[in-house]
């Protein structure tokens, strides 16, 4: 894992002087070394930070040459030895996926990549057509930026705070895509908050070429991915068997290193999981938890996370995350980010993270299986309603709802007796009402489990992806995610949801596999999904942190919020949470306008937004 940094085109020279500053501020993404390459006419400029994590040795540095075509790439390729097997046959210098990857695209050019299993994100040039590539893979592991400036110049980057130390336009906010933020906490899988700046959707393939004029035209591809040939004999087994045989194979292809891999715990079937099948293949694996500051035992799954590790023999390292880190660390947190966006975990996730890097350069995640097999409860929402309003058997399953599904229920039926659309994301802010984005909105008449599942895997998944790639590498950090590989995703979107939530039961098919191999206690336990206690914490002990930022009258955020909202919105806001507390949604949910503010308050002063 790595960074990466670009510029082509005709003002490629000129920025090229600010290349230095660019890897600078993203150097936390590869503390073990840098490099820079380009073109012989100098009309492009590739550099590059490393975290050493396969092929240790200097002979896997990049920006990486095959003669004069250069590579620079951030990611993980897990099957890059099998691939070289079908490369002309050439002495390779390293044991790098690098090289691998390199070789590949000179010899098929992109349709390479359609073979790639693992998470990548980076440009190439090609000298024999005088061509740059830039590509992201097709599950949006790794997040890939661009801005066009208008001469034609290109530039790239890992991280956004790169494209601007290359860029000298001013950072200006996006209101489209901030209106979009204020409703919903997130925005589509291609937009930014900065005005001008973009990022690869999942699958893009972005091709430059000059023309006569020595212009950079662009035009679009997609990479076709190529699944693996299922073996016919795996047609017998049961499906849960059927599950674990795949579950226990991505994982031992991310387990792919040349350093120690660690795991995140959380006390939930998914990191479980990835936990259990791990531990069969590595012998120095540790785990890490995190818990927080408070009375309540909500917020402490230390309990679950033991037990896992008691039973397959892991060290656990707890860390404890407290109000004073918030102060400490928010800003940080926000910095790292680039642009604000998927709610309050990101907080606790860059704290874990922040000890995890102690140790280890690589973590293995959970992401992907509640999306995969029906974990939220959305979906089990969506499978009541789908059965019909009025249907004796839909309210029959519908009874058996806890107190914090229920209002999921109750928010779908009204998006479907009451809106034109469906929305899965619930609004934060009612703003810009007349304004249906795609990437929200869903048809009123289709299957909701169906509408559901676009909504995680092209809006929702590719901005959480984007938050933990940010806050883990923040830390020189690497997190592989098993679960959501593409031939996980591919044949689990084959599944009947009916399978996936049998009875109603939430992930009823991972339960099955977890039967085998985890204490039962995970089976029974209340999905929490690493909740953190900002809410409490806002009116206790952060209230005099979160008044100290938000009501300050002149600054840029305050005076914009102010025209947005009203003068006292936001004062009105702070004091009607610190009084008194609401039940769990919408105290939930005023929190989480709280948390908006803050984010975008830090984000304008550091970055120094304008509207």
Request: aromatic fraction near 12%; charge should be positive; proline fraction near 4%.
């Amino acid at each position: 894992m790595c960074g990466v940094v670009g510029v082509f085109g005709p003002s490629a020279a000129q920025i090229s002087k600010k290349m230095l500053q660019a890897i600078k501020v993203i150097q936390h993404r590869g503390p073990d070394g840098q490099g820079v390459a380009q073109s012989l006419r100098g009309d492009l400029i590739f550099g590059h930070v490393r975290l050493s994590i396969l092929d240790l040795s200097g002979a896997a540095a990049q920006p990486m040459r095959d003669q004069d075509s250069i590579l620079t790439f951030n990611g993980e390729i897990y099957n890059h030895r099998k691939l070289r097997q079908g490369l002309i046959a050439k002495p390779f210098s390293s044991t790098s996926d690098t090289e691998t990857l390199l070789r590949g695209l000179v010899q098929q050019g992109p349709k390479f990549l359609n073979h790639l299993q693992g998470m990548f994100a980076g440009g190439f040039y090609d000298v024999k057509s005088d061509s740059v590539l830039l590509f992201r893979d097709s599950m949006g592991l790794k997040p890939l930026h661009y801005l066009t400036l208008k001469d034609s110049t290109v530039l790239f980057s890992s991280e956004i705070k790169a494209l601007l130390q290359l860029s000298e336009q001013h950072t200006t906010c996006n209101l489209a895509t901030l209106q979009s933020y204020l409703r919903f906490e997130n925005y589509a899988a291609d937009s930014s908050l900065f005005d001008g700046i973009q990022m690869l959707l999942p699958g893009q393939l972005l091709h430059f070429s000059k023309n006569n004029d020595g212009v950079w035209n662009k035009t679009e591809s997609r990479i076709s991915y190529q699944p693996v040939v299922e073996n016919q004999n795996s047609k017998s087994q049961r499906i849960a068997d059927r599950i674990a045989d795949r579950i226990e194979t991505s994982v031992a292809e991310h387990l792919l290193s040349d350093v120690d891999v660690g795991v995140y715990l959380s006390g939930g079937i998914d990191s479980s999981l990835v936990a259990a099948f791990a531990a069969k293949h590595s012998r120095k694996l540790a785990a890490y938890t995190g818990y927080f500051d408070t009375a309540d035992p909500y917020f402490d799954e230390r309990c679950l996370a033991r037990q896992v590790a008691q039973k397959l023999n892991l060290k656990l390292n707890e860390v404890l995350i407290t109000p004073q880190n918030f102060e400490d660390q928010f800003d940080s947190l926000i910095w790292h980010l680039d642009e604000p966006r998927m709610g309050m975990g990101s907080f606790s996730q860059f704290m874990v993270a922040k000890e995890f890097s102690k140790s280890f350069k690589v973590a293995l995640s959970g992401h992907g299986g509640d999306e995969l097999f029906g974990g939220y409860a959305i979906h089990k929402a969506a499978q009541v309603i789908d059965k019909g309003l009025f249907s004796m058997k839909a309210w029959g399953q519908a009874i058996q709802f806890s107190p914090k599904e229920f209002p999921w229920l109750a928010y779908l039926v009204q998006q479907k007796t009451f809106r034109k659309s469906i929305s899965f994301a619930p609004e934060i802010f009612k703003v810009d009402q007349h304004t249906q984005i795609p990437a929200f909105h869903f048809d009123r008449k289709a299957a909701l489990l169906s509408s559901a599942e676009d909504y995680y895997r092209t809006t929702y998944i590719p901005g959480l992806l984007v938050v933990e790639d940010k806050v883990s590498m923040a830390h020189g950090l690497e997190t592989r995610t098993p679960l959501w590989s593409q031939e996980i995703f591919r044949w689990a979107s084959e599944i009947p949801w009916s399978s996936k939530l049998e009875k109603g039961t939430p992930k009823f098919l991972l339960r099955q596999v977890a039967k085998e191999l985890l204490p039962g206690s995970l089976l029974t336990a209340a999905k929490r999904g690493f909740p953190t206690p900002l809410r409490h914490w806002f009116r206790g002990p952060l209230a005099p942190f979160v008044q100290s930022r938000l009501l300050n009258s002149q600054s840029y955020f305050s005076l914009y919020a102010g025209e947005l909202f009203g003068k006292n919105y936001i004062e009105n806001l702070i004091q009607d949470h610190q009084k008194r507390s609401l039940p769990f949604v919408w105290d939930e949910k005023r929190a989480h306008r709280i948390w908006i503010f803050l984010c975008l308050e830090s984000w304008f002063r550091q970055y120094r937004v304008t509207i």
